[in-house]
């Protein structure tokens, strides 16, 4: 009986000291997830500011449908059909989405 009962304690003690260091590791990992961000939100701040103003404005978009790229992709498609690799119907379609027709 005496033996049971040390089992069980030994058991009980474990099982607490358990849940304990979980709980622990648990708390330390939030702490150490909160001081990571705040350390990357420091050091995106720090590099942004080194950059110049321009970089802080967005790039400006490329002209749609400029007419030199139109005709280079019209181009390379026809040479894509002439050689039989898109058929007259795949051709259609992707000179339609070039024109945007």
Not at 13 to 33: H, L, M, P
Not at 63 to 79: C, H, I, M, R, Y
Request: charged share 25%; no cysteine.
């Amino acid at each position: 009986m005496s033996l049971l009962r040390g089992i069980v304690r030994t058991a009980v003690i474990s099982g607490t000291a358990s849940a304990v260091n979980g709980r622990v590791q648990r708390r330390q990992a939030e702490r150490f997830a909160e001081r990571d961000a705040e350390t990357a939100a420091r050091r995106h701040e720090a590099f942004a500011a080194q950059l110049p103003p321009e970089a802080h404005q967005a790039a400006p978009a490329p002209a749609a449908g400029s007419t030199g790229n139109v005709l280079e992709q019209l181009k390379t498609l026809g040479d894509l059909k002439a050689q039989g690799i898109l058929t007259e119907e795949e051709f259609a379609t992707q000179k339609a989405k070039i024109l945007g027709s």
